[in-house]
């Protein structure tokens, strides 16, 4: 029996900006990664989308980000390395303290944008982060893409990971993501990401974006909430995964 979680970037509306519709996307969602309020999110967003999360037994994820705002945290900024931890912890713990509030827990950590990109880019930007998580919590899943750095040096300390496949995003033959300024990076075709997803979970195979076969493992599959047609594109997934008799629950249910 194979499972798998199905998961979007939520909560990155900020003041009276709002993204998506949370209260139609989350519940077609077993987890959730939501916003900090660095990147995007602010307080009383935060606390709506945790509300949701409970109402719908939804697996609550941190996604933090670079305090980069007008960026939507897809830039990259050099900061010290004292700086990321604070930044991680400050944001881990806003998100916590409105879990608290409807009796729930911090299920992942996966950091956002940039931020996540360049995790990737160095084993030891990888292992400072991972360790970072660690000595808030070992309780909290390292969420990360599919064999990437994170997975491998949170393994290495004996921590609970879920590899990540982007549904919507290309990925390169090192398995690193596309960048979003090339074009073709982001994908929108329904019937495509269907077929990528259904490959990916069922036969562990993705081809990458320059047309090489990697071998990929999915705990969770990702949409974003920003690509356009996402609404539907949840539900494409959905309907393909239980026709092919996967089990779809959130990452605490296996991991």
Same mark, same amino acid.
């Given at each position: !029996?194979?499972? +798998?979680?199905?998961?979007s970037?939520?909560g990155? #509306?900020? #003041?009276?900006y709002?993204?998506?519709?949370?209260?139609?996307?989350i519940?077609?969602?077993?987890?959730?990664?939501?916003?900090? /309020?660095?990147?995007?999110g602010d307080p009383?967003? !935060?606390?709506?989308?945790?509300r949701?999360c409970k =109402?719908?037994n939804?697996?609550? /994820?941190?996604?933090?980000?670079?305090?980069?705002? !007008?960026?939507f945290g897809?830039?990259? !900024?050099?900061i010290?390395?004292?700086?990321?931890?604070?930044y991680?912890?400050?944001?881990i /713990?806003?998100?916590?303290?409105?879990?608290?509030l409807y009796?729930?827990?911090?299920?992942?950590?996966i950091?956002? /944008?940039?931020?996540?990109?360049?995790l990737?880019?160095d084993? =030891?930007n990888a292992?400072k982060?991972v360790?970072?998580? *660690?000595n808030?919590?070992?309780?909290?899943?390292?969420?990360?893409?599919? #064999?990437?750095?994170?997975?491998?040096?949170a393994?290495e300390l004996?921590?609970?990971?879920?590899?990540e496949?982007?549904?919507?995003r290309?990925?390169q033959?090192n398995?690193?993501?596309?960048?979003?300024s090339?074009s073709?990076?982001?994908?929108?075709d329904?019937n495509k990401?269907?077929?990528?997803?259904?490959?990916?979970v069922?036969?562990n195979?993705l081809?990458?974006?320059? #047309?090489k076969?990697?071998?990929v493992?999915?705990d969770?599959?990702?949409?974003?909430?920003?690509?356009?047609? *996402?609404l539907?594109?949840?539900? *494409?997934?959905?309907a393909?995964l239980l026709? =092919?008799? +996967?089990?779809i629950t959130?990452?605490?249910?296996?991991?």
């Amino acid at each position: !029996m194979i499972k +798998v979680d199905l998961v979007s970037d939520i909560g990155e #509306g900020f #003041g009276r900006y709002k993204l998506c519709n949370e209260e139609v996307i989350i519940p077609l969602l077993t987890s959730v990664n939501i916003a900090c /309020g660095f990147h995007a999110g602010d307080p009383n967003v !935060m606390r709506n989308t945790v509300r949701i999360c409970k =109402e719908n037994n939804i697996g609550i /994820g941190a996604h933090p980000g670079f305090p980069d705002l !007008m960026g939507f945290g897809r830039r990259f !900024m050099k900061i010290k390395d004292e700086e990321l931890e604070n930044y991680l912890y400050y944001q881990i /713990g806003a998100l916590e303290a409105f879990a608290k509030l409807y009796g729930e827990k911090i299920q992942h950590c996966i950091a956002h /944008g940039a931020w996540g990109n360049w995790l990737e880019q160095d084993i =030891e930007n990888a292992r400072k982060f991972v360790k970072a998580i *660690a000595n808030y919590s070992k309780d909290i899943i390292i969420l990360a893409i599919s #064999g990437g750095y994170r997975i491998q040096t949170a393994k290495e300390l004996k921590l609970r990971v879920a590899n990540e496949f982007f549904a919507d995003r290309e990925v390169q033959s090192n398995g690193q993501l596309v960048p979003r300024s090339i074009s073709g990076s982001v994908l929108h075709d329904e019937n495509k990401i269907v077929k990528r997803v259904l490959k990916a979970v069922l036969e562990n195979k993705l081809i990458s974006f320059e #047309g090489k076969k990697l071998n990929v493992k999915v705990d969770t599959i990702c949409v974003h909430s920003d690509t356009a047609g *996402a609404l539907e594109i949840i539900k *494409a997934i959905r309907a393909a995964l239980l026709k =092919e008799n +996967v089990v779809i629950t959130k990452l605490s249910d296996f991991v």
